[in-house]
């Protein structure tokens, strides 16, 4: 399959990037890692007349912790996070969503940013930014501007970021500990979309209960969604086996699924309950200091599964 | 539409080519280079028989436009023999029958490359891991996860170093 003709051009620099965005407002699209673009541009649901690449801008390709905060620029790719070590100290949600996103081919070229502004909803990042409370930076002819994750996706494929703007970096605020999260999905096959996903990051009072939940579902929706009534019943609870399994209904019932190939809409809320209670004992466990390893996503036989131990 | 000039080193030697924006670098390397080694089963992002490596990672060649290809080194399965003598990756699939009908093959055989670059002693999940980007319709994968052993064992064994494979580079390209 070849896509139609396009114009290419390759900027050195962001500024530059943000011009030509403005200039060809609309007719233009912004060329990240591609995993997403470039397979639609192949089945022709997307005919830009101009493409911009931003790979040729140096500089944005850091993961790393600055001010407070754990920084995700505009090139860092899915297999940066992987093996950034901040990453894996302290935002290890992101380590589990990074390995379940596609595959490992897919993760070198694919960038975090990208999965973001694709506003795609079953991009599994937007669920777990939701629930990192996770700031986006957005820049455009007139400046930058900060945008809340919550604030961000506004249906499918919709986003807050403008035509002419460019989504530069992530701003993740670093977790007082103790605090930890998970994310866990189910998949039909390596490289799937999530029939479901749920992203839960918890910070924990001094007895163990529940201080702060951020939780995020994925693909359940027309866009990411946070679960707020599951996150405010949490605030303030032990964590006990009763509320983790009525804080696992509450989320199921905020999710907003549709029937498809993946199953009916009873099918994927159930998932999204068993998926909650499991993310927030994960969370929970590691906030208290276990060491639990990434998750291999729910599409493994049971032989391989006597791999994981 | 636009024509860019690209030079691209392709398994060590420069190529300097007129290209459309729009070339895929699959169609790049199999149609204006004959290197057909490279093969397209899905042309959707999903098989990975299209595997090359980029600046020494391994990326899906039918998801990556020629021009972004400008300046930068890749490797495709022609590139893996040295001097007549098969990479030990190859020498270990033909050993442990790790093909049928062979169309996953040059892709596979990339990703395992790329794998034991990185990681001379990986476990069983981690080669599962690493190809789980490739698939193949044949095999069931067990002599393929055999044989992918068998190569790191060889290589360890002998640091075998023939191939074409560039150091991997961090992901950002400043030039
Ligand atoms: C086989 C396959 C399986 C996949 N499975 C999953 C999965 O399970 N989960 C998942 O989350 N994703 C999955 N993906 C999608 C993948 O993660 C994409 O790469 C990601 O959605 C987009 O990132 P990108 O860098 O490739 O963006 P691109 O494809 O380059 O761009 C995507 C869109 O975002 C825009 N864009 C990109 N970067 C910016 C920016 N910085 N500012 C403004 N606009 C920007 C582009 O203009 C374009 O419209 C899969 C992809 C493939 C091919
Ligand atoms: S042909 Fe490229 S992934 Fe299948
Ligand atoms: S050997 Fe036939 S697809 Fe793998």
Redo the contacts between chains.
Sequence with gaps: MIPSSFDYLAPATLGEAVNLLHEHAGDAKILAGGQSLIPMLKLRLAEPALLIDINRIPGLGYVDERDGSLRIGALARESDLETASVVRQRYQILNDTTAVIADPLVRNSATVCGNIAHGDPGNDHPATMLALEATFVAVGPRGERRIAARDFFLGLFSTALNEDEILEEIVVPRPTAPAAGAYLKLERKVGDYATAGVAVQLTLDASGGCARAGIGLTNVGAMAIEAVRAQDFLRNKPLDSPTIAQAAEIAAGEADPIEDRRGSADYKRDVVRVLTARAIRIAANRAAGANIATPLPFTYSPSQAALRS | ??K?SVSVTVNGTAHRSEV???L?LV?YLRDELRLTGTHIGC????C?AC?VL?DG????SC???A??ADGRSVSTVEGLELGGELHAVQKAFKEEHALQCGFCTPGMMM?AVALLERNPSPS??EI???I???LCRCTGYVNIVKAIQHAAADMRATRHTPAYVPAQE??????
Aim: aromatic share 2%; hydrophobic share 30%; glycine share 6%.
């Design positions: 539409m636009s860019h459309e924006a729009r895929l169609h042309d959707t992002t999903h990975g595997t980029l990672k391994p990326v899906k998801t990556l436009f021009v972004q990703s069983e999940l599962r891991q690493a789980s980007g490739n961090p992901a950002q390209v400043s030039r």
